[in-house]
């Protein structure tokens, strides 16, 4: 009998215990937040929020900071969404930081991220008029991915037109009148294949010749020098014999200075005369020297091109 009151009254206090202790977890998970200071938001999305719901977590760079605590249409503008945000007071939330809709690995369920804000921004405040501070939005990956696709699908369906236009009658003849010229002008190259042929190998021949006229014009400018220093010597000597004639016709009779007046004249001329061909035989040199294809084509040569 004893033994059974003892078990009845473990049996008893157990439940009491555990009615506690389920009462504090209770009272803890419900009253929880109260401890925790937070800062409302909003953010207004221009997009569908499908599978974002009340409670949905607000990451901030992954950290959970807050929860989602209203999901309405904006008054004031129907096409967008007003979310109203319960961040914990300690988060750095800035006037250049963003709020974009994210959606949790495969499971579909969506969440607030917060992201961006620079170290030197001043925090985000409320404005004039404003009930609470607004976090811009910007478009989720899903709404960047719809945009792009959508832009995709008008620049394929504007290919699409212009090749139709160039498909259509007068298109296809100015196609059909481009192959036929490429096709006259490709054969026009082929029947001229021998001509062509010739041609390089002549040019070829015609480079030839003139390395080997170069090459032969060494020794016949070297010797137009010397013919040229032969004549300037022959020049000084013919001038200094002149000179001595001069004086010893001075001190002669007048035979002698009639002799010199007919003669000196002459030589003279002839010593002018030696001078220029000594000058013409080095411009001929400095000419050939400077290019040979002048023994080739002589003077007349055409200013080469670009490229040439």
Do not use: C
């Not at 419900?30 to 974002?52: F, K, P, Q």
């Not at 109203?84 to 988060?91: D, I, K, Q, R």
């Not at 054969?187 to 062509?196: F, P, Q, S, W, Y």
């Amino acid at each position: 009998m004893l033994n059974r009151r003892i078990n009845n009254a473990l049996v008893g206090l157990f439940v009491i215990v555990f009615a506690l202790v389920w009462l504090a977890i209770t009272l803890w998970l419900a009253l929880g937040d109260y401890s925790t200071n937070y800062i409302t938001y909003r953010v207004y999305m221009d997009e569908s929020v499908a599978g974002l719901y009340l409670d949905a977590p607000v990451k901030y760079r992954g950290v959970e900071v807050g929860k989602v605590t209203r999901i309405e249409l904006n008054p004031a503008v129907p096409d967008q969404v007003q979310l109203t945000l319960a961040v914990v007071s300690s988060t750095p939330i800035r006037v250049d930081t963003e709020a974009e809709l994210a959606v949790q690995g495969l499971t579909g369920i969506a969440f607030v991220d917060l992201k961006g804000g620079g170290l030197h921004s001043p925090l985000l405040q409320a404005g004039a008029g404003q009930e609470y501070p607004v976090i811009k939005s910007s478009p989720s990956f899903f709404a960047r991915l719809d945009t792009s696709s959508s832009e995709l699908i008008a620049n394929i369906n504007a290919i699409a037109n212009r090749l139709a236009q160039l498909l259509d009658a007068e298109g296809r003849e100015s196609a059909r009148q481009i192959m036929a010229n490429l096709s006259e002008i490709t054969g026009t190259i082929a029947n001229r294949k021998d001509e062509m042929d010739r041609s390089l190998v002549n040019i070829a021949r015609l480079l030839e010749n003139s390395a080997t006229a170069s090459e032969d014009l060494q020794p016949l400018l070297a010797q137009a020098n010397e013919t040229a220093r032969s004549f300037e010597t022959m020049a000084v000597k013919v001038t200094a014999v002149s000179d001595g004639l001069s004086t010893y016709v001075g001190g002669s009779g007048p035979g002698v200075q009639q002799f010199t007046r007919r003669t000196l004249p002459e030589l003279g001329a002839l010593i002018t005369e030696l001078q220029a061909l000594a000058e013409s035989l080095r411009a001929v040199s400095a000419k050939l020297e400077e290019d040979p294809r002048v023994l080739l084509y002589g003077n007349q040569l055409e200013t080469p091109g670009p490229g040439e």
